[in-house]
C-alpha cells in the first residue's frame, strides 16, 4: 500500500543561488525546484535528504504532510531579529520546539497520529501559513502561543507549572493563525479560555504614526535602514523596521491588564468550563432545531390534511383498490392513506364517522388475515 508524503519549502528573504539550485536538483529529479522554492511528493520512498538541514542551509519555510497523520511546519528567522529567550519559552516541547544555529533561529510545529485525510495533499498549506513568519518578526508572538497550547494539548506539562503570559490578539485570530490551528489541529476549548485573558490586538501603524517616527529617527539610521531596503530580496528588511517601530512605540510586549492565568492547571480549568459551555450552547441549538423542524413539518402536514379534505371519497375508493391487489405494497399505501384520513377526521372532529367507515372495510376484508394484522400494528 503507497505512503503518500508533502514537502515543500520556500525561501522568502533571498533568492537561491544558480549553485545551490543545482544542489538541490541533485537530490531528487522529481522535485520542483526554483529560485525561491523546493517541492516534492511520494507515493513510495522518501526524501533523500534530512528536510532540517535542508531548511537551515537554504530556506525560511518548510511543510510536511503525511498521509499516516503527521504535520510539521517549520520556520527559520535570523537570531538577531527576535528576543529568543521569550520564544524559547512558549516553544518548549515536543510538538512545538526551537532550535538555533551560530546566526539562526528554527521554530517549528508538529502533530502527528492524526486521522488519516487522504483529501489533504499538503499543498495549500505553505500558501496559507508562510504569513506567520513575518508576524513572528514583527514581535506577534500568537502563533507561537497557540504551539505552547499545542503541547499542553498533549499532556507535556504538569498543573502545577506556571502558564506563561497570553499574547494580546488571541480572540482576533487572522486567517494565517486559524490556519495554523486547522493544520495542528488546536484543541478549541484551550484557545477560548486563553482567549479570555488576552488584551484586544492594537491596531496597526496608520501612515501619519511611520512618517512621524521615519522623520524623527536620526539621519544615519535613515540611510542604513535605506541601503538595507536596497540590497536585501524579500520582507525581512521590512518586518525589521516595523518590529523596531513597535518596540519603540510600545505596541509590542506591553503588560497584560486582564487577570493571567497562574498555573496551567487554571488555565485547563477554565478549558473544561468553555467546553462545557459549548456543549450546554450546542444541546440548546440541537433542541432549538428539533422544535423548528417539528413545527415545519406540523404546518406541512396541516396543509396536506386540508387539500386531502376535498378528495376523501376519492381516497376510500383508492384504498379498497389497493386491498384487493393482494400484495406488501399496496397493503403499506392503503394503510398510510387510513391514517391521513383518521388525522383528518380528528382535525375536522369527525372521528365517528371515520371509525364507521374503518369498521366497514374490515368487516368487507375479514378474511384478508394479513391487511388486518397491518391495521392493528397501525393502530388501526
Same mark, same amino acid.
Given at each position: 500500500m503507497s505512503e503518500y508524503q508533502y514537502y515543500e519549502f520556500r525561501s522568502l528573504d533571498r533568492e537561491l543561488t544558480d549553485r545551490e539550485v543545482?544542489?538541490? /536538483?541533485?537530490? *531528487?529529479?522529481?522535485?520542483?525546484?526554483?529560485?525561491?522554492?523546493?517541492t516534492n511528493h511520494y507515493d513510495w520512498g522518501d526524501l533523500k535528504?534530512?528536510?532540517?538541514? $535542508?531548511?537551515?542551509? @537554504?530556506?525560511?519555510?518548510?511543510? @510536511?504532510v503525511s498521509d499516516w497523520g503527521t504535520r510539521r511546519f517549520c520556520l527559520r528567522v535570523p537570531k538577531a531579529s527576535i528576543a529568543h529567550e521569550q520564544v524559547q519559552r512558549l516553544l518548549d516541547g515536543d510538538h512545538a520546539w526551537m532550535s538555533q544555529s551560530r546566526q539562526n533561529l +528554527?521554530?517549528?510545529?508538529?502533530? *502527528?497520529?492524526?486521522?488519516?485525510?487522504f483529501a489533504?495533499?499538503?499543498t495549500r498549506w505553505m500558501q496559507a501559513l508562510v504569513p506567520l513568519r513575518s508576524d513572528i518578526l514583527r514581535g506577534d508572538f500568537r502563533s507561537l502561543y497557540l504551539g505552547w497550547l499545542l503541547c499542553l494539548q498533549n499532556e507535556e506539562f504538569d498543573d502545577g507549572e506556571p502558564a506563561p503570559p497570553v499574547p494580546a490578539g488571541l480572540g482576533e485570530l *487572522?486567517?494565517?493563525? =486559524?490556519?495554523? !490551528?486547522?493544520?495542528?489541529?488546536?484543541?478549541?476549548?484551550? !484557545? /477560548?479560555?486563553?482567549?479570555?485573558?488576552?488584551?484586544?490586538?492594537?491596531?496597526?501603524?496608520?501612515?501619519?504614526q511611520l512618517h512621524t517616527w521615519v522623520r524623527s529617527l536620526p539621519e544615519q539610521d535613515k540611510n542604513r535602514l535605506l541601503v538595507t531596503a536596497l540590497l536585501q530580496p524579500g520582507e525581512n528588511w521590512k518586518n525589521q523596521i516595523l518590529?523596531?517601530?513597535? $518596540?519603540?512605540? #510600545? $505596541? +509590542?510586549?506591553s503588560s497584560p491588564k486582564k487577570p493571567q492565568f497562574r498555573t496551567i492547571g487554571d488555565l485547563r480549568s477554565s478549558a473544561q468550563a468553555c467546553g462545557q459551555r459549548r456543549a450546554e450552547k450546542n444541546e440548546a441549538r440541537r433542541i432549538a432545531e428539533q422544535a423548528?423542524?417539528? %413545527?415545519? /413539518?406540523? &404546518?406541512? =402536514?396541516?396543509r396536506y390534511l386540508d387539500l386531502l379534505a376535498g378528495w376523501q371519497d376519492a381516497t376510500w375508493t383508492t384504498i379498497f383498490a389497493l !386491498? &384487493?391487489? =393482494?400484495?406488501?405494497?399496496? @397493503?403499506?399505501?392503503? +394503510?398510510? $392513506?387510513? !391514517?391521513?384520513? #383518521?388525522?383528518? %377526521? +380528528?382535525?375536522? =372532529?369527525q372521528e365517528p364517522t371515520f371509525q364507521s367507515k374503518l369498521q366497514n372495510l374490515r368487516q368487507t376484508h375479514s378474511a384478508n388475515k394479513k391487511f388486518l394484522k397491518r391495521l392493528t400494528v397501525a393502530g388501526l
Open positions: 543545482d544542489a538541490l /536538483e541533485a537530490i *531528487s529529479t522529481r522535485a520542483e525546484v526554483t529560485p525561491t522554492s523546493f535528504a534530512d528536510p532540517f538541514k $535542508l531548511l537551515e542551509k @537554504y530556506f525560511d519555510t518548510f511543510v @510536511y +528554527v521554530l517549528g510545529f508538529e502533530i *502527528s497520529e492524526l486521522d488519516p485525510d489533504d495533499d499538503g *487572522s486567517k494565517p493563525l =486559524r490556519s495554523l !490551528i486547522d493544520f495542528l489541529q488546536v484543541d478549541q476549548d484551550l !484557545i /477560548e479560555a486563553a482567549a479570555e485573558a488576552s488584551e484586544p490586538l492594537k491596531a496597526g501603524p496608520d501612515r501619519k518590529h523596531r517601530f513597535h $518596540l519603540e512605540n #510600545r $505596541l +509590542v510586549d423548528q423542524l417539528k %413545527a415545519l /413539518e406540523a &404546518e406541512n =402536514r396541516a !386491498i &384487493e391487489k =393482494r400484495h406488501a405494497s399496496p @397493503y403499506s399505501q392503503a +394503510v398510510r $392513506l387510513l !391514517i391521513d384520513l #383518521r388525522d383528518l %377526521a +380528528v382535525r375536522q =372532529r
